[in-house]
């Protein structure tokens, strides 16, 4: 099979799109009349190795012959080996897909070749880096392996060491908005211009802001004596002017790490203790523990398993990213990974170098 190898090279750099099949019919339905096999069911017809799958006419390896004897047969072997090396478990959608492709860059390929366009400094070198990718992805999927042989002493190991990550808590939360609502402005008079609603001063600003920090504070000890948590809640959004139904206080099965940073502490809590007030951006939060416990091993194995595996693959591809050094004067600076790119056409400061498009 001519060009086997420049065939893989191309192909393994596509995504093989799979388009939607309808599916198949319940055990026992008739068929509907006229209707047609999806395209992903597999041929009832039986095909050996030896048999062919495509035929490549009028087209061969040897030049001097033409007519019928000119054709390249691939046999089923020969095309799975090739579809599997790609993509396994190709649908039937798909190895038609490659099949066209493959049809397409054999010819091309061995076009190419007559031509001596595989001589060339350029494709040399172009080889030398598709090598290089490929070889980097068969070590990826190694490396996936190998991180993936996650045994159950493994897993004993991981949960006895982070058996807080495996704690289920049931709270009741109170949110205290950040800041007042203003009021809206009062409807203008008859016959007079419309009003235009006024922010409020900075001043009142921080008066609101300090309202609602006093009222988080007497919210929490109304909490800590027992109080009704979702009649604190709606109090809450009254007094902060916001109109609707307030959020719910009930948090079910929640667990350390569905939590936000500053609010992990609250999984400490035992139950019946209220937390501080936690302040952030949005607003105040006071978490009240009503029970917990810690899931059993065996409901979370394929979790840390994933959890494991993943570790283990990031620090082995991480063994292949440090001490790297660029050279700024060929390369241009680095841009900072939280900026956008700038805009084509817009024009850099004076003082900086311009970046490559």
Known sequence: MRSLFFVCLALA?????????????????KAEPGATAPADTAPAVQIGPNDPVLTLKNFCADAKQSGDSCKTVITRAEFDKLADALQPNMTPVIRRNLAN???IMLRMSTEAEKRGLDKQPKFEETMHFARMQILSGELSHALQEDAGKVTDSDLEDYYKKNEANYEQANFVKIFIPHT????????????SKASVPTPPSEAQQKANEEAMKKISVELHARLVKGEDADKLQKEAYVDAGFAGNPPKTEMEKVRRNTLPATHKAVMDLKPGEVSEVIADASGYYIYK???KETLPLDTVKAEMRGVISGQRYRDSMNSFQDNVDMNDAYFGPSRNPTMPPQPRGARPPADHAEDPD
């Open 13 to 29: 750099g596509l995504a093989f799109a799979q388009t939607a099949q309808p599916s198949a019919p319940p055990a026992g339905a």
């Open 101 to 103: 492709k493959y049809s």
């Open 180 to 191: 007042k609502q203003t009021p809206p402005t009062p409807p203008a008079k008859a016959g």
């Open 289 to 291: 523990l009503v029970s």
